[in-house]
């Protein structure tokens, strides 16, 4: 569990930015559940090449994906309606927070740290997760409707920090997929990487990966958001 003895003022981020799906909930491994049991009735099932079209990506990026990968006569916009209600169907069943998450959650709300949820999923999914998991935790949520473009556009970050009046410069962002730190680091925002999945991270300045948030305590956060990468 997060040391959660509360750093010198000095040391902490100025907002941490959470994602979500695979980050804080144990989300991840449904979306590509969903997405293999569709590729599977489109006779493609999926492989690990077919990993970065999936993992952390949007409805509608994995819907053209495989659109174009099994020649399928649906539409984009049909197979992202069934990706969409077969994710929202496993995910109101079955929300598991990720270890630590909630511990790290209420030791920055004790710090009055403010937080918000930026995910590339559908605000009907969000809304899901945070009734299973609490509102409250945020001062900020963004979905995949929210910004112009989603990840692994800056998009998210840059209005979550907006929304919270701060330069993204000075948050941490907490992430679990490629596309989510590529998201965050064209934003400006430190990035502490959790992988939810064996997927190779990228390497930065300011990207310090950890195996677990149950590794993370306010004194980690706040080094991270104003110092270079730490790999333990």
Known sequence: MPDTA???SNAL???VLFDMDGTLV???QLWWQTAAEIAEELRHPLTDQDAPEVLGQAVEHTAAHLHAVSGTALSEAELAARLGESFAAKVAAE???RPGALALLAALRDAGVPTALVSASPRRVVDLVLSAIGRDWFAVTLA???TPRTKPAPDPY????ARLGLDPADCLAVEDTPT???SATAAGCAVLAVPSTPVPMPRGERITLLASLEQADLALLGKLAGAGA???
């Open 144 to 146: 995949a409707e929210d």
């Open 6 to 8: 509360m750093p010198a």
């Open 230 to 232: 730490v790999r333990p």
């Open 180 to 182: 989510g730190v590529a």
């Open 158 to 161: 840059l209005a979550a920090a």
């Open 26 to 28: 144990d989300t991840e």
């Open 13 to 15: 981020p100025a907002a």
């Open 95 to 97: 929300t598991v927070p």
